[in-house]
T-cell receptor, first 114, second 114 residues
Framework: AQSVTQLGSHVSVSEGALVLLRCNYS??????LFWYVQYPNQGLQLLLK??????LVKGINGFEAEFKKSETSFHLTKPSAHMSDAAEYFC????????????FGTGTRLQVTL | ETGVTQSPTHLIKTRGQQVTLRCSSQ?????VSWYQQALGQGPQFIFQ???????GRGNFPPRFSGLQFPNYSSELNVNALELDDSALYLC?????????????FGPGTRLLVL
């Protein structure tokens, strides 16, 4: 069964610093991987997705992620953090079968300080 | 283009009662998925509807049921509410049911069971 593990439930960075949010996946078949962001009291917004095309995926708001099969990782990065990036970030994988069920990680809360 | 909408935004029920949550999918989308997000957790897949038929179900008891209507809007019904049903319920729609499809989330309905 497919699953994802997010290392670090809380990450704190200074404004302007590199953002690195970690996600490792477990899948017996080539996975489709997603990063979503959730702002307080809101639903989830797609940042980017990997669907077996380019391994480096660029998303919205300056975020990108690199699919590394050898490390079973799909870490999310942004070169320079902004205060508005403070939110909860979820990595997700779709399972095989007829339904495009998203299996989410437990989330990483990003705090951005001055 | 109208995004995914959900109603109501908040709801308070008592244990044993029944609740119906509603979701209007994004224009042109024929697939709706429902997720439960407990406080501090990632969303958990409940079930998916594709062209008015259930198309996959997560590990939720039968008292969680749903419907999808010809206009592709959807309902989530929960019978015999339990305290642990308190959560944010998210609806997501997608163009199709394939695992590579992006799911677009609504803002959610926050349910409190007392």
């Amino acid at each position: 069964a497919q699953s994802v593990t997010q290392l670090g439930s809380h990450v704190s960075v200074s404004e302007g610093a590199l953002v690195l949010l970690r996600c490792n996946y477990s899948s017996s078949v080539p996975p489709y991987l997603f990063w979503y962001v959730q702002y307080p009291n809101q639903g989830l917004q797609l940042l980017l997705k990997y669907t077996s095309a380019a391994t480096l995926v660029k998303g919205i708001n300056g975020f990108e992620a690199e699919f590394k099969k050898s490390e079973t990782s799909f870490h999310l990065t942004k070169p320079s953090a902004h205060m508005s990036d403070a939110a909860e970030y979820f990595c997700a994988v779709t399972r095989t079968g007829t339904a495009s069920k998203l299996t989410f990680g437990t989330g990483t809360r990003l705090q951005v300080t001055l | 283009e109208t995004g995914v909408t959900q109603s109501p935004t908040h709801l308070i029920k008592t244990r044993g009662q029944q609740v119906t949550l509603r979701c209007s999918s994004q224009s042109g989308h024929n697939t709706v998925s429902w997720y439960q997000q407990a406080l501090g957790q990632g969303p958990q897949f409940i079930f998916q509807y594709y062209r008015e038929e259930e198309n996959g179900r997560g590990n939720f008891p039968p008292r969680f049921s749903g419907l999808q209507f010809p206009n592709y809007s959807s309902e989530l019904n929960v019978n015999a509410l339990e305290l642990d049903d308190s959560a944010l319920y998210l609806c997501a729609s997608s163009l199709d049911s394939g695992r590579q499809e992006t799911q677009y989330f609504g803002p959610g309905t926050r349910l409190l069971v007392l």
